[in-house]
């Protein structure tokens, strides 16, 4: 039987929910209570919900869906006990008029319902992409930057000691100039909903989980990512549609390296975990890099190969975004960031669609 991603999904937050805090997360205050609506359940809703015990001034008020079944598991999640369920999020904004949105609906919808939220002043945390056109991308970058809405998307991979690890290590300059990147996403199909299995609604698997990996080689070396040129296709499994099952991009970097981002959805039902996430980074004086069977490994000119066990803390996303928002504290993923990523997974896609190679 196959493993249902957005059983697991639905039910991560409610153990999240119900975790207690942990001894290095200590409780984040707000100037006043803080209402927030979920826009959909789909994707990294844990992202929002799982941070719920260290942000007591922080209350979810409402939340939709398109799927009832989802929507039922979801009640039962403790932290929506006293939230109310609507069938459509512009009468649920109507009504309850939430101080932030999480967007997490169908992705094709992201655009237009992170606009909806700006222009109606409602703080966003969105799930990515927030944007699978261009256009809509560029249309939200103007209204972001006008102001005073603030938005961040869902990329909490950052956030994550391993890659924090990778980071400081660059930063140290142990591993010298970094001018090779390997990166890899592998995942199990699952059972997923009809709309993920169709172009104009997924968008690709370069936005959808490129954006996580081409997030996570922007931030763990400091580097851009200057042109890209892509292979993708959709071998066998009929029964999932048009969706790209795999990918190969490789990109130009802007010191003249090179970056390359292999993504599948070949990973077998019977593996132990639904990923397989790895990045090495290669540098003129050593190699760090990390995948779950090693952990972070680092091995330089002057220092052989050991695997690095003193990580960072890992971090929160929702709990930076509202820290950033209401506290003014500083906000590790910045704007610049998120539009950036997106202009280059967007532009990898372009490349593949048009076979040709483009300039990011």
Same mark, same amino acid.
């Given at each position: 039987?196959?493993?249902?991603?957005? !059983?697991?999904?639905? %039910?991560?937050?409610?153990?999240?929910?119900?975790?207690?805090?942990?001894?290095?997360? =200590?409780?984040?205050? $707000?100037?006043?209570?803080?209402?927030?609506?979920?826009?959909?359940?789909? /994707?990294?809703?844990?992202?929002?919900?799982?941070?719920?015990?260290?942000? *007591?001034?922080?209350?979810?008020?409402?939340?939709?869906?398109?799927?009832?079944?989802?929507?039922?598991?979801?009640?039962? +999640?403790?932290?929506?006990?006293?939230?109310?369920?609507?069938?459509?999020?512009?009468? $649920?904004?109507?009504?309850?008029?939430?101080?932030?949105?999480?967007?997490?609906?169908?992705?094709?919808?992201?655009? =237009?319902?992170?606009?909806?939220?700006?222009?109606?002043?409602?703080?966003?945390?969105?799930?990515? *992409?927030?944007?699978?056109?261009?256009?809509?991308?560029?249309?939200?970058?103007? !209204?972001?930057?006008?102001?005073?809405?603030?938005?961040?998307?869902?990329? *909490?991979?950052?956030?994550?000691?391993?890659?924090?690890?990778?980071?400081?290590?660059?930063?140290? %300059?142990?591993? %010298?100039?970094?001018?090779?990147?390997?990166?890899?996403?592998?995942?199990?199909?699952?059972?997923?909903?009809?709309?993920?299995?169709?172009?104009?609604?997924?968008?690709?698997?370069?936005?959808?989980? /490129?954006?996580?990996?081409?997030?996570?080689?922007?931030?763990?070396?400091?580097?851009?990512?200057?042109?890209?040129?892509?292979?993708?296709?959709?071998?066998?499994?009929?029964?999932?549609?048009?969706?790209?099952?795999?990918?190969?991009?490789?990109?130009?970097?802007?010191?003249?390296?090179?970056?390359?981002?292999?993504?599948?959805?070949?990973? *077998?039902?019977?593996?132990?975990?639904?990923?397989?996430?790895?990045?090495?980074?290669?540098?003129?004086?050593?190699?760090?890099?990390?995948?779950?069977?090693?952990?972070?490994?680092?091995?330089?000119?002057?220092?052989?190969?050991?695997?690095?066990?003193?990580?960072?803390?890992?971090?929160?996303?929702?709990?930076?975004?509202?820290?950033?928002?209401?506290? +003014?504290?500083?906000?590790?993923?910045?704007?610049?960031?998120?539009?950036? %990523?997106?202009?280059? !997974?967007?532009? =990898?896609?372009?490349?593949?669609?048009?076979?040709?190679?483009?300039?990011?």
């Amino acid at each position: 039987m196959k493993t249902s991603r957005r !059983v697991l999904l639905a %039910g991560l937050p409610a153990a999240l929910a119900a975790a207690p805090a942990s001894a290095a997360s =200590a409780a984040v205050r $707000l100037p006043r209570k803080i209402r927030v609506a979920l826009l959909g359940l789909e /994707g990294h809703t844990a992202e929002v919900l799982g941070p719920l015990p260290n942000l *007591p001034d922080v209350e979810v008020v409402a939340y939709c869906d398109g799927t009832p079944s989802i929507v039922q598991r979801f009640a039962k +999640n403790p932290a929506l006990v006293h939230a109310k369920a609507y069938p459509d999020y512009r009468q $649920l904004l109507d009504k309850e008029k939430p101080d932030v949105a999480a967007v997490c609906n169908v992705i094709s919808h992201h655009a =237009a319902t992170v606009l909806e939220c700006l222009s109606r002043n409602i703080h966003v945390i969105a799930e990515k *992409p927030i944007a699978i056109e261009t256009k809509d991308l560029e249309r939200i970058k103007a !209204v972001v930057e006008r102001g005073p809405a603030k938005l961040t998307a869902m990329l *909490p991979m950052r956030f994550e000691p391993n890659y924090k690890a990778l980071k400081k290590i660059v930063e140290s %300059g142990e591993i %010298g100039e970094v001018i090779q990147i390997d990166s890899q996403k592998s995942y199990k199909v699952g059972d997923r909903t009809p709309w993920w299995y169709k172009r104009e609604t997924y968008g690709g698997t370069l936005p959808w989980i /490129g954006s996580h990996m081409v997030d996570l080689m922007l931030f763990t070396t400091g580097r851009n990512l200057v042109e890209a040129s892509t292979f993708q296709n959709h071998i066998g499994f009929p029964e999932t549609g048009d969706t790209e099952n795999v990918t190969a991009t490789i990109f130009r970097m802007d010191n003249g390296g090179v970056a390359l981002l292999r993504m599948d959805y070949l990973r *077998p039902e019977a593996a132990s975990t639904h990923g397989d996430d790895r990045l090495r980074l290669a540098g003129t004086k050593g190699v760090a890099e990390y995948m779950a069977a090693t952990g972070v490994t680092l091995v330089t000119n002057t220092r052989k190969q050991e695997v690095i066990r003193d990580l960072p803390e890992k971090g929160s996303l929702f709990t930076e975004f509202l820290d950033w928002v209401y506290n +003014n504290k500083p906000m590790s993923l910045s704007w610049k960031d998120i539009y950036r %990523g997106h202009q280059i !997974v967007l532009g =990898a896609r372009q490349a593949a669609e048009e076979h040709r190679l483009v300039k990011l």
